[in-house]
């Protein structure tokens, strides 16, 4: 069995998409990392009360833009490793 077959077998896509992935896989393109994220979608993925709290700790810094507050996530990530101790 080729690997087309085996790949086939393992999830569905049609020819087209093997192909378009193929040519992603060739040319090593991958998603775009997100360096900004929208407070709306931090509280989101972080919880609202984390964010605030590392916001207040001086762990993340918010950045105003016009109409809406922005995040980097690379400072959030690294908040996000750190195990919280609760007493």
Not at 31 to 36: H, I, K, L
């Amino acid at each position: 069995m080729n690997k087309v077959g085996r790949i086939n077998m393992l999830v569905d896509i049609t020819p087209a998409q093997l192909h378009y992935l193929r040519f992603l896989e060739a040319h090593k393109i991958k998603e775009e990392p997100m360096v900004y994220v929208s407070q709306n979608k931090a509280f989101q993925r972080f919880g609202r009360a984390n964010v605030e709290r590392w916001r207040e700790q001086g762990k993340v810094r918010a950045f105003q833009r016009p109409q809406m507050v922005e995040y980097m996530m690379n400072e959030l990530l690294k908040a996000a490793e750190n195990q919280q101790d609760y007493f």
